[in-house]
Each structure stands twice: as C-alpha cells, then as structure tokens.
C-alpha cells in the first residue's frame, strides 16, 4: 500500500459553470469540476456527452460563452492554449500524437519546448547556453523515460511501436514540462488488459510520487471505478452526478445513462 499522500489542498483545477456552444449546439451547460491536488478525478459519460470539449474549454481550445476556468487560483478563461500550458496544464490524446519518423526522445523533446529558456534564433545558433538549455531538457526527457520505463525504446521511431507504448509515449510527451495539472483524455482506450494495467500503475504514481492534480476521462467503468478518488459524469453537456466513485456509479441518472446507450 502506498502510504505518505498529502491531504487535497485548495482545488488546482476549478471548471466554475463553464457553458460552451458551438453555434446552435449546446456542448457544455454550466459544467463545474473541482480537481485538487492530488486527486485522481474521472470524468464518464456516454459517447457526446460533451468530455473531451471540457478538456478543450480548460486547454483554450474551446473558448467558454460564460463560466471561468481557474489554474492554481488564477483565471484562464479565454487564453491562448499556449499561455494555458505554461501556466502548468498539460493533457494527453485521444489518439497518441506520433510526430511522422521522431523518436520517442525526439517527441519527447518537442513537447518540452516551452521549457527552453532562450529566445528562438538561438536554436539554430552555436550559443553555449543555448545548447546548455537543450541539455537541461533532454535531461528531463530521459527522467521521464526512466519514470514510464521506455529505455529500450528511446531510440525508436515512435509510429513503429505497439499501441500501448504509443499511449505511454504520449503521456510521457505531457509529463516533461513539469505540469502541476494533467488532464488524460480516455488514456486506456484500445490497450490490452495488461496494458491498461500497467497505464494504472502509472497513473497512480503520478497521483501518489508526483502529487499531480489529474482529470480522467475513462471508458472503462470498472478501471476508472476502482482508481479515481472522485468521479465526475456527464451526459448532454450537464453534470448528472459527482462524488465517491462507487456511488456516482449507482445513481439512477448514471444508471440510465449508460443503460440507454447501451440500447
């Protein structure tokens, strides 16, 4: 048993009454979402209930018409995707973001690039402090392959290798600028057993060594079920139910939900 988790602090992550539309469509409708850290999240809901446009309102994707989204006490509604990123928010893929013949150093190092300290003429430039920069990333970029344990495939070409290494390569892509907010768009999808297994076993690292506020969004009920400290479900752009997982899952409107997907 893992033992020596902080209690959650104040939330890093606050989805105040978000509403997003996309012209005549309602895709959020007043949504609200607190991630503390080191709460694990999830976030569950039917096919179009409107999850992966919450990622993209908090990313800046999405621009809210009304709500705020709020990083470690700051208001973020309405910035860039860009300054959301430096301001601590990073987020995974639906589908892993394999850049053509990198490596997986080399995507690694492309997610990092927020982290490089010099103006952007000095990369194409011999100044020792730029280079001294690059070091300084690709030493994280390497503790980072440590962490997930990918050394034997650091040098591949990241579109050659299987599936669920992809999947490990893109998180690791989202955990090399240090981000204090992760957000996990359906991680687990199209992994074996095994590797959805061992994908848990690293998110509850990040959770537990790394003290990550993380939001979840799982199509595996028993997976997320059993991980997330608190579960979040959407259905039509609205909140339907939010608290201890085991009980969210037992609410007649989740219930209902995925009953009438199902049919």
């Known amino acids: 048993m893992i033992t020596g988790t902080p209690e959650p602090s104040r939330p890093s992550l606050q989805v105040a009454d978000v509403t997003v539309k996309f012209g005549?469509?309602?895709?959020?409708?007043?949504?609200?979402?607190?991630?503390?850290?080191?709460?694990?999240?999830?976030?569950?809901?039917?096919?179009?209930?409107?999850?992966?446009?919450?990622?993209?309102?908090?990313?800046?994707?999405?621009?809210?018409?009304?709500g705020h989204v709020v990083i470690d006490g700051k208001d973020v509604t309405g910035k860039a995707p860009s300054?959301?990123?430096?301001?601590?928010?990073?987020?995974?893929?639906?589908?892993?973001?394999?850049?053509?013949?990198?490596?997986?150093?080399?995507?690694?190092?492309?997610g990092?690039?927020?982290?490089?300290?010099?103006?952007?003429?000095?990369g194409v430039l011999p100044f020792g402090w730029a280079r001294r920069e690059e070091a300084r990333v690709l030493e994280k970029v390497e503790e980072v392959i440590d962490?997930?344990?990918?050394?034997?495939?650091?040098?591949?070409?990241?579109?050659?290798?299987?599936?669920?290494?992809?999947k490990l390569v893109d998180l690791g892509?989202?955990?090399?600028?240090?981000?204090?907010?992760?957000?996990?768009?359906?991680?687990?999808?199209?992994?074996?057993?095994?590797?959805?297994?061992?994908?848990?076993?690293?998110?509850?690292?990040?959770?537990?060594e790394r003290h990550l506020a993380m939001l979840w969004i799982e199509h595996d009920l028993e997976l997320i079920t059993d991980l997330a400290d608190r579960l979040v479900a959407l259905c039509f752009g609205q909140v339907i139910a939010a608290g201890e997982p085991k009980e969210?899952?037992?609410?007649?409107?989740?219930?209902?939900?995925?009953?009438?997907?199902?049919?």
């Open 24 to 66: 005549g469509l309602l895709a959020l409708d007043s949504v609200t979402v607190d991630v503390p850290t080191p709460y694990l999240v999830g976030l569950i809901g039917p096919n179009g209930a409107g999850k992966t446009t919450l990622i993209n309102a908090i990313t800046g994707v999405a621009k809210p018409s009304s």
């Open 248 to 263: 969210v899952m037992r609410t007649p409107e989740v219930v209902s939900a995925y009953v009438g997907a199902a049919t």
């Open 147 to 166: 962490f997930l344990e990918l050394e034997r495939y650091r040098d591949k070409v990241v579109r050659t290798l299987p599936y669920g290494v992809q």
């Open 173 to 208: 892509r989202a955990l090399v600028p240090n981000p204090q907010v992760l957000l996990l768009d359906e991680p687990s999808t199209g992994l074996t057993r095994e590797e959805k297994e061992n994908m848990a076993r690293f998110l509850l690292r990040l959770r537990y």
């Open 112 to 122: 990092a690039h927020m982290m490089l300290e010099y103006p952007w003429f000095a």
């Open 83 to 110: 300054q959301i990123a430096h301001m601590g928010v990073a987020r995974t893929f639906q589908l892993p973001q394999a850049f053509g013949h990198f490596t997986v150093v080399e995507t690694m190092m492309l």
